[in-house]
Structures are given as C-alpha cells and as structure tokens.
C-alpha cells in the first residue's frame, strides 16, 4: 500500500506565505511526476503545479510567479511554496504522485487534502 501524507496548510492573510509538504510511503520503488492539485466547492479540481522526477516543472497561469513546486528525490518528498496569496487561492490542496511498487507497477495516488485560507 501507498499512502501520501499532506502537511502545511492553514490559515494566512493575503500577501502571506505558506509551504505544503507532501510524503508519499510504503511499498514505493520510484516516483515519476508529482503534483499540486486545489479544490474548492462546486468546482473541478484544478492543477496548481507539476514537477517530473528529473525537475521540469509546470504550473498553472493563475499560480506562475507566486508559487513554487520542488522536490527531494531521496526524502521522496515534494514541496510547495506558496507566496503572495491571495483570498482566490482558498482551496482544498491535494498532492498527486504517480508511484512504482514492487510487484504491482505504477498507479497514481492522491493525498487526502489540506485546506489553505487565505482571509484576513
């Protein structure tokens, strides 16, 4: 089994940062591209950012300049720093990671979301 362990959101005012941690763990040999996808009530979800294992990243327009996605590939561990927020960028954040197991190949896999509010 896989799991993916969110941590980081919260509560900021705007123009406020926060940085999202995600690590992915269990029965993991390799993870190919990890990302940051956002929800928020009555909409599709969204992504927000991509990393590929080897860093070429990707990002949406809304996000570009603010928001930036990292990794460390020997933590398995991705991140998002997230700066100049504001009130649109309230949201349900999940991390999304497609993951290579021993004995059962790759799957994508979501975390289990963390709320972001930006409000003052």
Request: hydrophobic fraction near 30%; charged fraction near 15%.
């Amino acid at each position: 089994q896989v799991q993916l362990v969110e941590s980081g959101g919260g509560l900021v005012q705007p123009g406020g940062s926060l940085r999202l941690s995600c690590a992915p763990s269990g029965n993991i040999f390799n993870i190919n591209t990890m990302g940051w996808y956002r929800q928020v009530p009555g909409k599709q979800r969204e992504l927000v950012a991509a990393i590929t294992r080897d860093g070429s990243t990707n990002y949406a327009d809304s996000v570009k300049g603010r928001f930036a996605i990292s990794r460390d590939n020997a933590k398995n561990t991705v991140y998002l720093q997230m700066n100049s927020l504001k009130p649109e960028d309230t949201a349900v954040y999940y991390c999304n990671a497609d993951i290579g197991s021993y004995g059962l190949g790759y799957h994508n896999y979501w975390g289990q979301g963390t709320q972001v509010t930006v409000s003052s």
